[in-house]
């Protein structure tokens, strides 16, 4: 069973720069898995970031960035603020109509 | 504004079963995959399904095969998920998402409908 991999949490002072990673247990991830990225605070509905390994959704500030690095997709926040701390969450397409969520990344700011 | 709203959930006994739906409103509800997508209590997202604009095309996550199924009108712009055989692991929000191809993600998203399974 394939397992996508995110760091459980991570930690980022205010104005810094933090990468959160998304990989595969079985391979490496590429455009091919069509990563995307989600933010999501405590009991509310997910939020889009990025779509298509680097594309920001509509009205998400310039400070989220996506990239594949080291065989990883990856989400850079440049200029970490308060309201940043949210759980992320990568999503990957598997083929065959499959898609997996990895098990989130707790993002604090302090 | 583009909107999504679940409803349906409830408390239901092992075993049994739930019909979970999703309203679409302010697009063309016709021209996307849709998804359902769940998230137990304190825990991770979870893809648990989609299906194509025509409802032909249906996709599940192993955990639900045979026991969920996924539909849609789209006379009534609204989605669906049957759940059957339910068990206590199943217990969670469900989320009800747009999937679009030209972005491959889910780009609008509801604000969940929560399932609790429990005797």
């Known amino acids: 069973q394939t397992v996508v991999t995110q760091e459980p949490s991570f930690s980022v002072s205010p104005g810094g720069t933090v990468t959160l990673t998304c990989g595969l247990s079985s391979d490496s991830v590429s455009t091919s898995y069509y990563p995307s990225w989600y933010q999501q605070t405590p009991g509310q509905a997910p939020r889009t970031l990025i779509y298509n390994t680097n594309t920001r959704s509509s009205g998400v500030p310039d400070r989220f960035s996506g990239s594949i690095l080291a065989n990883k997709a990856a989400l850079t926040i440049t200029g970490a603020q308060a309201d940043d701390e949210s759980d992320y969450f990568c999503l990957l397409y598997m083929g065959g109509g499959i898609w997996v969520f990895g098990g989130g990344t707790k993002l604090t700011v302090l | 504004e583009v909107q999504l709203v679940e409803s349906g959930g409830g408390l239901v006994q092992p075993g049994g079963s739930l019909r979970l739906s999703c309203a679409a409103s302010?697009?063309?509800?016709?021209?996307?995959?849709m998804s359902w997508v769940r998230q137990a209590p304190g825990k991770g997202l979870e893809w648990v399904a989609n299906?194509?604009?025509?409802?032909?095309?249906?996709y599940y996550v192993d955990s639900v095969k045979g026991r969920f199924t996924v539909s849609r009108d789209n006379a009534k712009n609204s989605l669906y998920l049957q759940m059957n055989s339910l068990r206590v692991e199943d217990s969670a929000v469900y989320f009800c998402a747009r999937y679009t191809i030209s972005a491959d993600a889910f780009d609008i998203w509801g604000q969940g409908t929560m399932v609790t399974v429990s005797s």
């Open positions: 302010r697009f063309t509800f016709t021209t996307y995959w």
């Open positions: 299906i194509k604009q025509d409802g032909l095309e249906k």
